[in-house]
């Protein structure tokens, strides 16, 4: 299995990341997008791809809440596909950024930086959810391979599965949010985060059980969740088709009516009828995905489709490392362990649990007051879907050093968590502050007038593109969504109007920003400020010509 995915993997990965690179470097305008749809490729495959790590939760953490005793044979699976479905996801995002070296930015951190984080805004939202979900899927995974070797560690994977089982559910919903707070109206309904916990968990069952059946193993429960799930999905369409009108057969038929073949006890037995059964879920649930963010047919570039190569190539390539690096350093893990002993789940650390919520609650409490108290006039309830995953984090930080507490006592843990923390505040300093205003990115860095100098209007053309164009699009007429849902609609680039302004204050409002118009020195020089203000020009008057 693992010789085979690393292969696999590869392959695809290679092409893969020259896409990836197109679409960091130059942005939106690299991928398929139009005027009235302008989230791409990339969103979906970021709600495809988080929705994965879903069901590794799933089966892992929830489950074992739950007290189901086949948990433990998919527990390990599960979490590493979580972890690794985790790390695919979160670059998707950064294409949206403009700067994705700054990601870090999107903490709010009040406005020490002359930079206020918009905390209201679903991508803060996003980066905070996701972020507490991957350092506590992390720390979850750790606890699971340790506590064979550290067996006191035992009682604490019950707590903190605790903590992961609504967070799962909160960072699914925010989200679905990103979609239901915009203007379309068929992303707005109150069933729309419900909509998208299921679609996650059907996808990311089938996810699981491909790889279950790729280890040579089998799950009935596993296949009868599948189906369980399949019904649920189908009671959304039908509701979705009889309401709004969305009417898409394909999903009926890939992600309904062929999952129902394991109704039939002979076809059932067949390994590779599931695996294609399981291929057939994953496969409609992405392009459920893709219609969902793109209503109408848009012409794909090379770099949609090298995305999806990257994010199954990365997917195989991570997942089999792992588990390579499990069978060297974890062997006991890979084989089939027996359920949480009895002993163990009536022995719940019910003091270290409340300790670490209170502090959880604690931490997000002052996050709250010092943000209100930074800005008075802010709606502090606005930024509710921001604090729950800080006390999550936090949380399961206090679960693991207790833990740490319970195996090695506290004279070794206690300096330990001083220098971990010293370290977190340093980098949290680092965030803080912010550093200077210049951009490392080597092919865009300026560093005198005789670099980078526009030679062609093809060369223009791409610098708007990488630079201008998410916000006032190709042609110059502003991605109205896009830009309606972050900053007030700036005006019209009108020839008349630009015309008025002059070349030379045009210049300067590049270079040194305007209103919402960040700064742009230091990322283009002089020369490609004017030769953007010159085909700015030659797009409004092939504006005016048209009507």
């Keep these: 299995m693992n010789r085979f995915l690393l ?139 340790l506590k064979n070797r550290f067996p006191p560690l035992q009682k604490f994977l019950l707590p903190m599965a605790w903590v992961l089982f609504p967070l799962v559910l909160w960072v699914h919903t925010i989200v679905s949010l990103d979609f239901a707070v915009t203007f379309v109206p068929h992303w707005q309904g109150a069933y729309f985060p419900l909509y998208f916990i299921v679609g996650a968990l059907y996808s990311g069952l089938g996810l699981v059980l491909v790889l279950v059946e790729f280890s040579g193993k089998r799950v009935r429960h596993l296949e009868d969740l599948l189906l369980s799930f399949s019904w649920a999905m189908l009671a959304f369409w039908l509701w979705e088709a009889f309401s709004k009108g969305i009417w898409q057969p394909e999903l009926l038929l890939f992600g309904f009516l062929i999952p129902q073949l394991l109704w039939i006890p002979q076809w059932r037995e067949r390994r590779a009828l599931r ?151 340093a980098t949290d300093c680092f965030v803080y502050c912010g550093a200077p205003t210049s951009y490392a990115e080597d092919y865009s860095l300026v560093k005198g007038e005789n670099v980078l100098r526009v030679r062609s209007s093809g060369e223009v053309a791409f610098l708007w593109n990488a630079r201008c164009a998410a916000c006032h699009a190709k042609d110059g007429s502003l991605n109205r969504r896009f830009v309606h849902e972050y900053y007030p609609l700036p005006q019209e680039l009108s020839l008349s109007r630009l015309d008025s302004l002059g070349e030379d204050s045009l210049v300067q409002v590049v270079l040194h920003g305007r209103n919402y118009m960040q700064p742009f020195a230091g990322r283009v020089s002089e020369s490609e400020a004017q030769a953007l203000v010159r085909y700015i020009k030659e797009l409004a008057k092939k504006k005016e010509a048209v009507k």
């Design 7 to 145: 292969v696999f993997g590869t392959i695809l990965l290679i092409p893969g990341m020259v896409a990836l690179y197109g679409a960091l470097s130059q942005g939106p305008s690299s991928w398929g997008l139009s005027q009235t749809f302008f989230w791409g490729t990339p969103i979906a495959n970021f709600v495809f791809w988080i929705g994965l790590a879903h069901a590794g939760t799933f089966l892992s953490a929830i489950l074992l809440v739950l007290g189901v005793k086949w948990q433990h044979r998919v527990a390990l699976m599960a979490e590493l596909s979580t972890l690794v479905a985790l790390l695919v996801a979160v670059i998707f995002p950064l294409m949206h950024l403009g700067h994705p070296l700054r990601f870090y930015e999107m903490l709010p951190q009040s406005n020490a930086r002359a930079f206020w984080a918009n905390i209201e805004s679903p991508l803060v939202w996003d980066f905070l959810s996701i972020f507490a979900y991957l350092v506590s899927s992390s720390v979850f995974l750790a606890l699971h391979l």
């Design 275 to 425: 695996i294609l059964i399981c291929f057939s879920v994953l496969g409609i649930l992405w392009w459920e995905r893709i219609v969902l963010v793109q209503r109408e047919p848009l012409a794909w570039t090379w770099v949609d489709w090298g995305l999806i190569s990257w994010g199954v190539g990365m997917f195989c390539v991570v997942f089999a490392s792992l588990r390579v690096l499990l069978r060297r350093f974890f062997p006991e893990s890979l084989t089939e362990v027996s359920e949480l002993p009895p002993e163990e789940k009536s022995n719940f650390p019910k003091k270290d649990f409340a300790a670490s919520l209170a502090l959880g609650v604690i931490a997000a409490g002052i996050f709250a007051i010092c943000w209100v108290n930074a800005a008075p006039d802010f709606p502090w309830l606005r930024m509710v879907p921001a604090l729950f995953p800080i006390a999550a984090v936090v949380a399961v930080f206090g679960l693991a050093l207790m833990a740490g507490i319970s195996v090695f006592g506290i004279r070794r843990v206690v300096p330990f968590a001083l220098a971990f923390g010293l370290f977190a505040l």
